[in-house]
């Protein structure tokens, strides 16, 4: 049964840590000789990304990838090794044929992928292609009563067009400095209050389209979606859900492909294609499940405290997930790894968690920190929140760390600024900011006032080809970032066990 | 009848024009505005690379692309459309399904296009890939006896992790005054011998393992090429002649599938796919085919003299050619429409050219050569051989022109010079330079001593992602550089059609 504490959160005043960090240069050495030159980071990556394959929640791949870490995690000597469910997730997903071509006016074969969760077409379909083009409820109308059994082609709104920027990049001094300046009054967003409800409403419209095409009884949708080159971004539908009604067959296609529709259509040129997908459904266990593992504390007195890092396992259907997010677990499985074969003896018990759900909406992580830690939306807290010190993500991508964000925890700043050192040999203008960065795991933590944090790290091609996309391959890693992050992640690690005071805390958040 | 004209090399001497050019400043106004006020290029691309399609030499979008060329350019008033043969191509080629996936350890749709000319499988074939790992005739030798009936997969050996370097480029100051040197005593070729000996010495045994392959009875090779991120560049066979004999069939895959099986089962994991490819040839006409029209001169003693000016209108398969050489043949068509449309009345006669056969070795502009002005292999002369002014072509893509290379004509360059100044404000850094440059159409006229120039254009993404890909489409166009390249040739082409003196020209090639 589970104690609550009712979290007084005017009452919390952050406590500085004023002292000097105790740095142990023998532990740090062996961290980096082991991570630097005995690194496994190739071999982890082989397994989860080209062995265990695309990672999406609750598909066969994820299960494989489960498989793996908790042997290998075992392997290596952790202990207590293993899957935890932590609720319903839904639904698991496979893909056993995407197939979409243009048969007419001439033959092209496109580069698709079923959106996740999809239903199959009714076998091999094809025929005449209709291209919609609807702005507004009233541009719907038009296509009313002519839709049965269409193949429906929606464009692109992304721009497909020369690219003069490079694919891969890397911070500049200048773009770092920025960074490490408080954010701005805005928030940071790039976005006018009028941008962002232009996309809340298209997206709105776009769901609106969906039900329509639906209502109407299309066979099919073939989807341009943003990218270019071949490289195309999936979605993130929220097909999983066990009672998701059925919906229409769809394939997110490249923008090169359904521009080729649209333009043909629009100049009176009649488009046929040929298409199949097949997709099954999984749903013995509608369970979602994280992967847990532990190195445990050797102080009598700490060992009952803790230490995480983790990231999340499960990854997007239309590639292996490489950079987004194979890349974090492998950093965080070697970083673990590292600790065990130099033979360091934390203080604190170390335990590595790999999500599952992020991409659905940081479902494992939230849920996880719910069962263990506290209600975020209630404020009601559980007595392990007292005991853990610190959690470390990583999920941006492959790039080397550049730094850390802080999340306006101000007490961290002097703590981090001093385990640095040693491991800035490793980094190129480190940076330390007080911002927030979102998107994934650490926010869990964060909202229920642990100290959870999320590196900088080099963008490489992450936004450009990798995140969510039919591209995020074996390639795409940068093999000696990740030894270079697997490396401080452990000194991080290392350091947040030894030293005698937990982490210092943000003022706990009110209840939401 | 042909008569035929002995070249006499050595006592050909190059006239040099010391004289001033006369420029018609209101001629050069009149195709300005035609070209960047009342542009066509966007239909016309549209027509070429969208509605016509792949344009592999002797297929239906290569027909399909000549016959609205003939149309397009009789629709606006030049004479004589039509096209032309210039002799045996071979085979015409159409595919008509191309379908490849993994489906073990887990299904994964793969980036592929056929081979151009190959084969079609036996319907949808299925089973276990065989990787061939092999770098001299002894390595094969394990494979004897093993692929009857096999899948097999052949590593790609190009590179596709992240790049730094942007797709799309377009040359910097330095790069153009680099250029403008006279070329270095290596040629300019970058290339040590012995790096070129080990490409023909890779290239003999790619093809030996073909044969190989073909010997043993594979069923299907997936051949891994050059290219990242969903790009795939494809090869160039030979298997248009209509003697080829009956190959394995074969399928250019992106890096990143093949690398993946290829990771998979040096890993002992053991893959499967499935895969159809459905292909059909054309055989009733193997003549090849130009697209040729004029507009005829104004001045009653110079109207049998020409100008001419062209770009090759065949493309690689994979994609729609757009780049290559769509824009080519886009901004020539529109160079003389605009021509047309300014009401301009050249003094010479003025001829367009669309060539076919241009990838699988300059066929059609050769052959066209051959056939009108002389043999560059006996250089035997037509009498028309005195009548061609000057060809200008376009193959570099859809960048706009920097400037042009003169093939070692000096003679050439205080001419050009003053024909680039009235549009020197469309011209960043305009560069002329003596060097070389091949692999395309000018060459043909080259070869007999006839001035033919091929101009320098920015690169953009040419090497990167069109040249030879599976991305060459509508979208790689940068309209605004096809304006600016139609308006500089309509000028060129009409200063070459109105100065009283042809052209001057090189010292005749002696005979190859």
Same mark, same amino acid.
């Given at each position: ?225 943003? !990218?270019? /080159? +071949? ?12 009672? *998701?009604? $059925?919906?229409? #067959? @769809? ?109 659905? !909406?940081? /479902? +494992? ?12 939306? *209630?404020? $009601?807290?559980? #007595? @392990? ?128």
């Amino acid at each position: 049964m589970k104690k609550l504490l009712l979290a007084l959160p005017a009452l919390f005043v952050a406590s500085f840590a004023f002292c000097q960090e105790k740095i142990d240069q023998n532990a740090i050495e062996k961290i980096k000789n082991e991570g630097l030159n005995n690194s496994q980071v190739e071999n982890i990556a082989f397994e989860l990304v080209d062995k265990a394959g695309p990672r999406l929640s609750n598909s066969e791949g994820y299960v494989r990838a489960t498989e793996y870490a908790v042997k290998q995690l075992t392997d290596w000597g952790l202990e207590n090794a293993h899957t935890e469910a932590w609720g319903e997730f839904g639904r698991g997903w496979e893909m056993e044929k995407s197939y979409v071509a243009m048969t007419k006016p001439y033959y092209m074969p496109f580069i698709a992928i079923p959106k996740a969760w999809t239903e199959s077409t009714a076998g091999e379909i094809s025929g005449k292609v209709i291209l919609i083009d609807a702005k507004t409820e009233e541009d719907l109308e038009k296509y009313k009563g002519k839709l049965k059994g269409a193949i429906i082609a929606v464009k692109p709104t992304g721009d497909a067009s020369p690219t003069f920027e490079a694919d891969a990049i890397r911070f500049t001094e200048e773009q770092l400095d920025q960074m490490a300046e408080p954010p701005s009054e805005s928030g940071g967003s790039s976005y006018t209050p009028e941008q962002i409800q232009a996309f809340r409403d298209a997206r709105a419209f776009a769901i609106r389209v969906g039900e329509f095409l639906k209502e109407e009884g299309a066979a099919l949708i073939i989807k341009g979606v943003n !990218g270019r /080159h +071949g490289t195309l971004f999936t979605s993130s539908p929220r097909g999983y859900l066990k009672d *998701t009604p $059925e919906g229409i #067959p @769809e394939l997110e296609t490249a923008p090169e492909n359904v521009n080729l529709i649209a333009r043909l259509s629009e100049n009176g040129v009649e488009v046929e294609v040929e298409a199949e997908i097949k997709t099954r459904y999984l749903t013995d266990d509608l369970q979602g499940y994280n992967v847990i593992a532990e190195i445990p504390g050797s102080d009598p007195s700490l060992k009952s405290e803790l230490v995480m890092l983790g990231g999340h396992l499960d990854s997007w259907h239309g590639a292996n997930g490489a950079t987004d997010n194979a890349a974090g677990c492998i950093v965080m499985m070697e970083a673990v790894r590292i600790l065990k074969a130099a033979g360091l003896k934390p203080r604190r018990t170390v335990r590595i968690a790999l999500w599952g759900g992020e991409e659905q !909406g940081l /479902h +494992g992580s939230r849920n996880y920190v719910t069962n263990h830690f506290g209600d975020r939306t *209630t404020m $009601e807290l559980l #007595p @392990e929140h007292e005991k853990l010190s610190g959690y470390f993500n990583i999920d941006n991508g492959t790039g080397r760390i550049r730094g850390i964000y802080l999340q306006g925890n101000e007490a961290m700043k002097p703590i981090v600024d001093e385990w640095f050192k040693p491991v800035d040999d490793l980094i190129e203008n480190r940076t330390i900011t007080l911002r927030n960065t979102g998107g994934t795991d650490h926010l869990a933590f964060d909202g229920v006032g642990l100290p959870g944090f999320q590196f900088i790290q080099d963008p490489i091609e992450y936004r450009s080809r990798t995140h969510h996309t039919n591209m995020d391959t074996y390639e795409r890693l940068m093999i000696d970032d990740l030894k270079q992050m697997a490396v401080i992640v452990a000194t991080f690690v290392y350091q947040t066990a030894q030293r005698d005071e937990k982490l210092p805390r943000k003022e706990l958040p009110s209840r939401n």
